[in-house]
């Protein structure tokens, strides 16, 4: 069965340093692969598209990869600040269209 | 523009009982999406509309229905609540053209 995984333990860093987060899958060839940002008590908040046949996508301290091969997405935050601590949804893009969630990756930043 | 708005935020309800959540949205898009959050499960579809008066099953529909009489609007209904059904409840809203989606600030319902 299609399958998406996320570290489900916090990732905690030290502001200024770079946030990586992982996002693996199987059983998927997905056209498409989104970032989400969600804060405690709110909705997901849509951050970036990476498409199969892009490798990097970047948006200002945020950069996204995606390797088919590998069937995973790395998500970065250089320069990460504390304002940067919520959960991250990795979703991907299935044959229907429709959008399939991980299970999130909680990253905390301290200052 | 207020987005994706959701009605209503908490509610508790007892076994058996029904309700009905409203999503609404004013940004003129036609796909509309329910979902589900549960701890560690991540987001799971429930319903989902592609268009007024359309709608089709995700991945978890059963217990669940699901109307949009109009664009706006996309309405989800328990007709016989179970304690199963304690979750957070996001609705969602897309253009035909974008895989970008906007979310509500979701509905904690609890059932006892």
């Known amino acids: 069965s299609q399958k998406i995984e996320q570290n489900s333990e916090a990732l905690n860093i030290q502001e200024g340093k770079t946030a990586t987060l992982t996002c693996n899958y199987t059983?998927?060839?997905?056209?498409?692969l989104q970032w989400y940002r969600q804060d405690p008590g709110r909705g997901p908040v849509f951050l970036l598209l990476i498409r199969e046949n892009e490798k990097e996508k970047r948006k200002e301290r945020l950069k996204v990869t995606f390797d088919t091969t590998l069937k995973q997405s790395l998500f970065h935050i250089t320069a990460s600040q504390p304002a940067d601590s919520a959960t991250y949804l990795c979703?991907?893009?299935?044959?229907?269209?429709?959008?399939?969630f991980g299970g999130g990756t909680r990253l905390m930043v301290k200052p | 523009n207020a987005g994706v708005t959701q009605t209503p935020k908490f509610r508790v309800l007892k076994t058996g009982q029904s309700m009905t959540l409203l999503c609404a949205q004013d940004?003129?898009?036609?796909?509309m999406y329910w979902y589900r959050q549960d701890p560690g499960m991540g987001l799971r579809l429930i319903h989902y509309?592609?268009?007024?008066?359309?709608?089709a099953k995700g991945e978890v529909p059963d217990g669940y229905n699901v109307s949009r009489l109009k664009k706006q609007n996309f309405l989800l209904g328990l007709e016989s609540a179970a304690p199963s059904q304690t979750s957070v409840y996001f609705c969602?809203?897309?253009?035909?053209?974008?895989?970008?989606?906007?979310f509500g600030p979701g509905t904690r319902l609890t059932v006892t």
């Open positions: 059983n998927y060839s997905p056209a498409y």
């Open positions: 940004m003129n898009h036609e796909y």
């Open positions: 969602a809203s897309r253009l035909a053209h974008s895989y970008e989606q906007y």
């Open positions: 509309s592609v268009g007024e008066g359309t709608t």
């Open positions: 979703a991907l893009v299935n044959a229907g269209n429709m959008l399939t």
